[in-house]
Nanobody, 115 residues
Framework: QVQVVESGGGLVQPGGSLRLSCAASGSIFSITVMAWYRQAPGKERELVAGITSGTTNYADSVKGRFTISRDLAKRTVFLQMNSLKPEDTAVYYC??????????WGQGTQVTVSS
């Protein structure tokens, strides 16, 4: 059974930083994509950042402020979030995609940006 667990969320003041981590355990057949999504109250879930072999992509709203990275050997993906804004407040989810195109989601971690 596959488990995906996020950590690192919390409350931070505007302009501050947080680093999210997400690790997968269990049997996943060759991870091809790791990604972070977020969902704010009353809004749809949106892609924040994704990483595959050698490439990354970001939502326009976070470019230059967020950085996605990964440790494939540890099956872990990170999201460094700098210069946080109140509009970044959301539940952040990570997703792993396997070579067999199975999606594995974490349970989410709350990020709140407020003074």
């Amino acid at each position: 059974q596959v488990q995906v667990v996020e950590s690192g969320g919390g409350l931070v003041q505007p302009g501050g930083s947080l680093r999210l981590s997400c690790a997968a355990s269990g049997s996943i057949f060759s991870i091809t994509v790791m990604a972070w999504y977020r969902q704010a109250p009353g809004k749809e879930r949106e892609l924040v950042a994704g990483i595959t072999s050698g490439t990354t992509n970001y939502a326009d709203s976070v470019k230059g402020r967020f950085t996605i990275s990964r440790d494939l050997a540890k099956r872990t993906v990170f999201l460094q979030m700098n210069s946080l804004k109140p509009e970044d407040t959301a539940v952040y989810y990570c997703k792993f995609v396997s070579l067999r195109n199975n999606n594995y989601w974490g349970q989410g971690t709350q990020v709140t940006v407020s003074s």
